[in-house]
């Protein structure tokens, strides 16, 4: 693949060969899912079984690997498929280091599933390094990073993990799926890996699963992941890759305008008197705004904020939302708003009075006027 001057057109054009019998500049879905040997039984165009490999799959993962700068990505059927086939790759008796908010389910993945299994796991509040150093054990073989984080916005310093990582001998997963490959570039910051839930930005249109690890081929998780994809067999359909490569060609343009979107309704939300605190690293007081500068591109289209009293007056704000929709998940069209608290277990440490958000592609004049007459009702 050739490298473009910018990922506008990396997301158009990586990946997409145009195909060689009718010319179609919008590659066909191969629904096949065995493929016709040659008469000496060889399998000269490269396609035995779609479960090992399929032409839609193998076009995926060319376009992610590009959008990421990396020569190989591997992609499963959802971001916690990648999530579990990358914990996998591990032993009974490895150590992993974990932030304390990362992405609920893989929380309940280390507790019920890979714990019972043997894998051990610590998790540290990352935003601050000393805490991730003092959590690094002797055996800990993996240190996984979410930067921005779920659903506080904290944001981990890359580089300064990555370089702690080397140091104990450990591999550094960062799941970009907030940040995407537009606005932050983890291996270029020295991570081994990167995750991505594709069902959120890179699809973008809320109606598509997947999920995908980008890494190079030199990376010691390459081969076991790519075994462990072809065997284990959670893979995307052919025509969920051919959703996920539709929705990479407007990633850039529909990223940037979020972040844009995100960022005025911050600000309109942190001079609210019903709002207490806004949780977005593009806001000077975000406690590691200058990171978040220095490592992305812009902030982001993810805010979560605490509505002034509790749950009670939280669900009241939810409830009050004409356009913005109450629903789980985030990058997609349509902006999303959750309580976050309600969906995780009662000992969850996020805070009942939180809201998070996902910005869409509506107008920003209609997102802020919903959450002004949402607000306005709780008073
Ligand atoms: C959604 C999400 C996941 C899980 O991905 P699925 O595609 O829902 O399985 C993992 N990490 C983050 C940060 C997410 O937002």
């Not at 608290?341 to 809201?355: G, I, K, V």
Request: aromatic share 6%; proline share 6%; hydrophobic share 45%.
């Amino acid at each position: 693949m050739d490298k473009f001057k910018s990922i506008d057109t990396t997301a158009i054009h990586a990946g997409v060969n145009n195909d060689p019998t009718t010319g179609a500049i919008v590659p066909p879905i191969n629904l096949a899912t065995t493929f016709e040997r040659d008469p000496d039984g060889e399998y000269s165009r490269g396609y035995i079984y779609t479960r090992s490999e399929n032409p839609n799959r193998d076009a995926l993962e060319q376009a992610l690997a590009a959008l990421e700068g990396a020569d190989g990505a591997i992609a499963f059927g959802s971001g916690m498929a990648a999530v579990f086939n990358i914990l996998m790759t591990l032993r009974p008796g490895d150590h992993v280091v974990f932030p304390d908010d990362a992405y609920y389910q893989c929380r309940v993945i280390l507790n019920d599933v890979l714990g019972p299994w043997g894998l051990t796991h610590s998790l540290a509040d990352m935003s601050r390094i000393d805490k991730l150093e003092a959590a690094v054990r002797p055996e800990t073989k993996l240190i996984w990073l979410e930067t921005p984080s779920n659903p506080l916005l904290k944001i981990v310093d890359i580089q300064a993990a990555a370089s702690l990582a080397k140091a104990a001998g450990a591999l550094i997963v960062c799941d970009n799926t907030w940040g995407s490959p537009v606005l932050q570039n983890p291996l270029e910051l020295g991570a081994d890996a990167v995750m991505h839930s594709t069902t959120k930005y890179l699809a973008g249109h809320h109606d598509v699963l997947g999920g995908a690890v980008i890494l190079n081929q030199a990376c010691p998780l390459y081969d076991k992941l790519r075994t462990m994809q072809r065997l284990g067999g959670a893979v995307p359909s052919p025509f969920d890759c051919w959703l996920t490569m539709r929705g990479l060609q407007t990633l850039p343009l529909r990223v940037r305008a979020q972040a844009k979107a995100a960022a005025a309704l911050a600000e309109f939300l942190n001079n609210r008197p019903e709002v207490d605190r806004v949780f977005y690293p593009g806001l000077a007081d975000h406690p590691n705004h200058q990171i978040a500068a220095r490592q992305m591109k812009d902030f982001g289209g993810m805010l979560s904020f605490l509505v002034k009293g509790g749950k009670k007056e939280a669900l009241a704000v939810a409830a009050g939302l004409k356009l913005i929709t109450r629903a789980t998940s985030l990058g997609g069209a349509h902006t999303l708003l959750e309580h976050r608290a309600s969906l995780e277990d009662a000992n969850t440490p996020t805070p009942q009075n939180l809201l998070r958000m996902s910005i869409g592609l509506e107008a920003i004049e209609d997102l802020q006027a919903d959450l002004d007459q949402a607000l306005k009702a709780i008073r």
